[in-house]
């Protein structure tokens, strides 16, 4: 029961942290370097509210406020003119995660920093006791990606979205305000971002370099996705999965590259990644 | 909206990695701006950027406050000066910063803060110049030049003290987890016969690469492992992820947990959740005495808004085993390399502080994090044989 509820937590961090990230590329076709920085904005936002004595879950949502406005200057400054340029998409969010690791320094120094510990009590499940904050973030990735499925498939704003994805010159002819809704959906990728680095901060070290490690195996995820939700949670399966089984039956220290190697495989043989289509 | 055209764009993004490149180096270097020919410059090398710059602050604090006291007192019978480089996170960073330094700024010793990749890679330009490097770290003691001094523990120092009290308790089922680093491996080699040799059992051993984020199967494995003792070996960031994680499973309930890679700032940052984990170390900023307040009040008036740890301790005695060799055998690199090699200074705890063969001898001190992640000190060890894995310096 443990090593299931290992694979699930593992599989369910991964999803929280994936979840902007593939929106802003599914969507928009930008690879979203700065996706760290902006779970970093997100986790200082918590700890700042920690530091006043905020509730974590308030904290939690300043969190992905304060993601959505940095997302929104960016946008507005920087992605808003390079949208379908991937090349300088990529050089610019590399770039912005940079400037963001250092404002985070120049405001906060080096230091780690807290958002306390919320949830520190155990839940029994099926006998077996276990973090009731991992089962949360468990229970939590579910409802965002049920969430974001129900969204996509029976709202008129996910009808819109699938639009643009598919073709963008014809959503702009019927009328739709394309980039209205680009620079709302990187906002939404950013608060994403931001709730996740607040979500993930009781588990990780919180410093200006915050969700570095978290972030490579995160975009294997979203290249195995092929940009579609049900691929995105089928990666995030695997390659949790992968990571968490390999590490407890074999020697953990080779399991990242496992990880990559089963996620190479896996483009070799889908290259356009894990989705399920009618013939 | 319009097109932006091609231009623009390009222009944008160049802006970007301009107003970045601009950011990065910024905090590429600083240094004193009133140094003379006269004066001896020492160059700081530290990691100001990556993931090794939660270190940064407490060690600048303790070089400034101890350059402070070296000019005031007339330690070095010279004035010191200081050129800080950063690091990075690379031994090819580290390698640019350090020529910069040598070539450029012309420092006549280095103070490092690096860890052994990085001070490799600086040693290498170093020692054909003569030039003394003084570190804290050694590696895992097998890092050796004539030219180098460590002034932090080598891993038998810092570990045996620790093994020896916890076993004393009756805590004897051990289990060794490290990151796949040099340090811990060599750290949990010497402990695990030295555990058997105290008639104590290994129950368990695994690593983890460095920059995992989740140690819940690591976990299991452990507490499947039934051990008395967790004797934790990762560094840095990992290490705060790794205790967190530890704190908030109700599995690890009843396990002891041994962290001595663990500093006081992450454990604080860690608060409740460092709990009960014991380090060791030369250096606790809640080591009582008078000595250590004043210390403390030293290193508060250099700038540190927080307490001292061991880098600012190490960073101090840096720069006051550097000032007395200075003062016995002058600016000359090769003499300055001799007499470091000899120092035996009064530390600013008031205990002894001897370098010999390059390796520091010094007291050891037991401490266990409390609830609010400060270290309380159990005990006083006297300072431990470095047992060296090179016995001689190339």
């Known amino acids: 029961m443990t090593l299931l509820l290992d694979v699930l937590t593992s599989i369910g961090i991964l999803t929280i942290v994936v979840l902007g990230l593939a929106i802003v590329l599914g969507v928009l076709d930008v690879i979203n370097l700065a996706h760290t920085g902006f779970m970093g904005i997100g986790v200082y936002a918590a700890v700042v509210a920690h530091e006043h004595g905020w509730p974590f879950w308030l904290g939690v949502v300043v969190a992905a406020i304060a993601a959505a406005v940095a997302g929104l200057v960016v946008e507005v400054l920087v992605i808003r003119r390079l949208y379908d340029r991937p090349l300088e998409t990529i050089l610019a969010t590399w770039g912005i995660s940079l400037i963001i690791v250092q404002l985070i320094t120049l405001a906060f120094g080096h230091n780690n920093r807290a958002v306390g510990q919320p949830l520190a009590t155990a839940t029994s499940v099926f006998g077996t006791p276990y973090s009731t904050y991992r089962l949360v973030l468990v229970i939590i990735a579910a409802v965002l990606v049920v969430g974001l499925a129900l969204l996509i498939r029976f709202t008129r704003v996910g009808l819109t979205v699938r639009m643009i994805q598919a073709n963008q010159d014809l959503a702009r002819g019927l009328g739709i305000r394309v980039s209205f809704l680009r620079a709302s959906t990187f906002v939404v990728g950013c608060a994403l971002a931001g709730f996740a680095g607040a979500l993930l901060g009781p588990t990780q070290a919180i410093n200006p370099n915050y969700a570095v490690s978290l972030v490579a195996t995160a975009f294997l995820a979203v290249l195995l996705a092929g940009r579609h939700l049900s691929g995105l949670v089928l990666g995030c399966v695997i390659l949790g999965a992968v990571q968490v089984l390999f590490a407890r039956w074999a020697n953990p220290v080779y399991s990242s590259a496992v990880v990559v190697g089963v996620a190479v495989v896996l483009l070799r043989i889908f290259p356009e990644g894990l989705t399920w289509r009618r013939a | ?394």
Not at chain 2, 59 to 71: E, F, S, Y
Not at chain 2, 154 to 172: E, Y
Not at chain 2, 265 to 290: M, Q
């Open chain 2, 1 to 394: 909206m319009a097109h932006s055209t091609p231009t623009r764009r390009t222009l944008a993004a160049l802006t970007a990695t301009c107003t970045t490149a601009g950011l990065m180096l910024s905090a590429c270097g600083t240094s004193s701006p009133e140094a003379s020919t006269s004066d001896y410059k020492v160059g700081v090398l530290l990691q100001l950027s990556g993931a090794g710059s939660v270190y940064a602050d407490s060690a600048q604090a303790g070089t400034k406050a101890a350059l402070q006291d070296v000019n005031s007192s007339k330690k070095a019978g010279v004035r010191f000066t200081s050129v800080v480089a950063d690091a990075g996170a690379d031994a090819q960073s580290a390698t640019t910063a350090c020529s910069r330094l040598i070539q450029q700024d012309k420092v006549k010793a280095l103070v490092v803060f690096v860890p052994g990749p990085q001070l490799l890679a600086c040693n290498t330009l170093a020692k054909r110049q003569n030039i003394p490097i003084l570190s804290l770290s050694s590696g895992a003691g097998n890092i050796c030049a004539t030219n180098l001094t460590g002034f932090g523990l080598v891993p038998n120092q810092q570990t045996l003290p620790v093994l020896d009290d916890l076993i004393a308790q009756g805590k004897k089922k051990w289990y060794f987890f490290g990151a796949d680093y040099s340090t811990p491996k060599t750290t949990i080699s010497i402990a695990k016969p030295y555990l058997a040799s105290k008639g104590g059992t290994t129950v368990g051993e695994s690593y983890e690469p460095m920059g995992t984020t989740d140690y819940s199967q690591d976990i299991t494995k452990i507490v499947n492992a039934h051990p008395d003792v967790a004797f934790l070996n990762v560094i840095g960031n990992d290490d705060v992820a790794l205790e967190k994680q530890w704190a908030a499973d109700p599995r690890t309930k009843g396990i002891t947990r041994v962290d001595i890679l663990l500093g006081e700032g992450p454990a604080k940052a860690l608060g409740s959740a460092a709990s009960g984990i014991w380090s060791s170390n030369v250096y606790f900023s809640s080591i009582p005495g008078s000595d250590n307040d004043t210390f403390k009040s030293q290193i508060q008036a250099a700038g540190l808004k927080d307490s001292p740890d061991i880098n600012t301790y190490v960073s101090y005695l840096q720069v006051e085993a550097l000032a007395s060799a200075v003062k016995s055998a002058g600016a000359d690199g090769p003499k300055v390399i001799s007499a470091l090699g000899k120092t035996d200074i009064t530390g600013p705890l008031g205990s002894q502080f001897q370098i010999r063969s390059g390796f520091s001898y010094q007291p050891v001190y037991l401490a266990q994090a409390q609830a609010d992640g400060s270290f309380a000190i159990q005990k006083k060890s006297d300072p431990v044989d470095p047992k060296l894995a090179c016995s001689s310096a190339s």
